[in-house]
T-cell receptor, first 109, second 113 residues
């Protein structure tokens, strides 16, 4: 399978700070998603971004497929951003999405 | 209403009992998946199905079985639950084709005593 490494594993931020989360993967992929798992355990789709850059409000993501990494940017963090952020990747020829172990983010007021 | 619905949301059971987790979706997607999440870990694939007649094992299928009753329904069964199957279980769907997002249900938290 594809190895997915996320960094940092844990992050504590003051409200209003910015952060960058990284996802490295071991093989070429055609599918890449970022998810936010909220404190209630729900998985929220953030971005579907196999390549390029996307923005949605305070969040943006960039995937450089040729170099096998993706970055998730959170600006002006809020307490509601707390939770675990997962990166998941997959190939066209396979049916499985491979998940990283996540970055646990805590935003303190 | 959620597009991907899982029932039950929480269940406590005893070792040796048979448990069924159900998933239904209104997204019209062909592909459905069952994942398991353990504390501090990412999600791991248990089973997946491309249509009613197509069922495939994932990386951790031992101790589990599934049934695709209709395009919109995919059930996961634990024939004889054991404590190390205590976990958070997610159903997901995806549209046909090479590219496309996974959409998850809200999760089913299972505790086996």
């Amino acid at each position: 399978g594809i190895q997915v490494e996320q960094s940092p594993p844990d992050l504590i931020l003051q409200e209003g700070a910015n952060s960058t989360l990284r996802c490295n993967f071991s093989d070429s992929v055609n599918n890449l998603q970022w998810f936010h798992q909220n404190p209630w355990g729900q998985l929220i789709n953030l971005f579907y971004i196999p390549s390029g850059t996307k923005q949605n409000g305070r969040l943006s993501a960039t995937t450089v497929a040729t170099e096998r990494y993706s970055l998730l940017y959170i600006s002006s963090s809020q307490t509601t951003d707390s939770g675990v952020y997962f990166c998941a990747v997959g190939k066209n020829t396979g049916n499985q999405f491979y998940f990283g172990t996540g970055t646990s983010l805590t935003v303190i007021p | 209403d959620a597009d991907v619905t899982q029932t039950p949301r929480n269940r406590i059971t005893k070792t040796g009992k048979r448990i069924m987790l159900e998933c239904s979706q209104t997204k019209g997607h062909d592909r459905m998946y069952w994942y398991r999440q353990d504390p501090g870990l990412g999600l791991r694939l248990i089973y997946y199905s491309f249509d009613v007649k197509d069922i495939n094992k994932g990386e951790i299928s031992d101790g589990y079985s599934v049934s695709r009753q209709a395009q919109a329904k995919f059930s996961l069964s634990l024939e004889s639950a054991i404590p190390n199957q205590t976990a958070l279980y997610f159903c997901a769907t995806r549209a046909r084709g090479a590219a496309g997002e996974l959409f998850f249900g809200e999760g089913s938290r299972l505790t086996v005593l």
